[in-house]
C-alpha cells in the first residue's frame, strides 16, 4: 500500500512570504500526485497536479516532482491570508486508488 | 460547476442507533467514496465504488456498509452506531484522475 508523508505539520508565515511544503511517497510507479487544499468546515478542493517529472506552474503555485528521490513539493509565492489552510498530497496509483498525507496546516498572518 | 453533496451536514445519534449518511453529485462519474477524517489520522477510506452496485472495501471497513442503486447516489449507513464512529464524513467522486469531495458531514455518536 502507497505510504505518502507531509512535512511540517504546521506551518506560520507572515503574509507576502515563500512557502514550502513537502510530501514524500513509497512508490515510483504512482501515476500523478495532487495537492489539495482544505479549508476548517470545508471538503478539500483540488488545486494542482503533476504526472510527469519536473516542475509545473500555475499562477502563485509551482509543484516540483523528483520521481527519483519519491518526493514532490508545493511553493505558493506571495502568500495571503486567504491560503491558510490544510494542505493534503494525494498520490494516485491507478485503478480509481488515491492515497493521502495527513496534511499540512498553513496559516498565513496578516 | 461539478458539485458533490452530502447529508445531513451535521448528525448527533446516540449509541446503537443506525446512522445514514447520504451522498449525490451531479456528474454522472463512475466512482464514488466515503472517507473518515480525524484529526492525526488524514482521510482514511472506508469503501469505494466503481459503479451500481460494484462497492469495495477500502482501509477501514468495519462496522459500515454502503449502498449505490444508482449512479449518482451512493450511501453510507451504519448499523448500530459506536463512539468511536464519531467523525467528519467525506463523500467524493472522481473523472479521470481528479476527485471532487462533498462538504462532509460531521457525526456524533453518544
Known amino acids: 500500500q502507497e505510504k505518502v508523508q507531509q512535512s511540517p505539520e504546521s506551518l506560520i508565515v507572515p503574509e507576502g512570504a515563500m512557502v514550502s511544503l513537502n510530501c514524500s511517497f513509497s512508490?515510483?510507479?504512482?501515476?500523478s500526485i495532487w495537492w489539495y487544499q482544505q479549508h476548517p468546515g470545508k471538503g478539500p478542493k483540488a488545486l494542482i497536479?503533476?504526472?510527469?517529472?519536473g516542475n509545473k506552474k500555475e499562477g502563485r503555485l509551482t509543484v516540483y516532482l523528483n520521481r527519483a528521490s519519491l518526493h514532490v513539493s508545493l511553493h505558493i509565492k506571495d502568500s495571503q491570508p486567504s491560503d491558510s489552510a490544510v494542505y493534503l498530497c494525494?498520490?494516485?496509483?491507478?485503478?480509481?486508488?488515491?492515497?493521502f498525507g495527513k496534511g499540512t496546516s498553513l496559516t498565513v498572518i496578516p | 460547476d461539478m458539485k458533490v453533496t452530502q447529508m445531513p451536514r451535521y448528525l448527533i445519534k446516540r449509541m446503537g442507533e443506525n446512522v445514514l449518511l447520504e451522498c449525490g453529485q451531479d456528474?454522472?462519474?463512475?466512482?464514488m467514496y466515503w472517507y473518515r477524517q480525524d484529526p492525526g489520522l488524514g482521510l482514511q477510506l472506508i469503501y469505494i465504488?466503481?459503479?451500481?452496485?460494484?462497492?469495495s472495501e477500502g482501509d477501514i471497513p468495519k462496522g459500515y456498509r454502503v449502498s449505490r442503486k444508482k449512479r449518482e447516489h451512493f450511501s453510507l449507513i451504519l448499523d448500530s452506531a459506536k463512539t468511536n464512529q464519531t467523525s467528519v464524513y467525506f463523500c467524493?467522486?472522481?473523472?479521470?484522475?481528479?476527485?471532487?469531495f462533498g462538504p462532509g458531514t460531521r457525526l456524533t455518536v453518544l
Open positions: 467524493a467522486s472522481s473523472w479521470g484522475v481528479e476527485q471532487y
Open positions: 512508490d515510483s510507479a504512482s501515476q
Open positions: 497536479s503533476i504526472f510527469s517529472n
Open positions: 494525494a498520490v494516485y496509483t491507478g485503478y480509481q486508488n488515491f492515497y
Open positions: 456528474m454522472s462519474h463512475e466512482t
Open positions: 465504488s466503481y459503479d451500481v452496485d460494484s462497492n
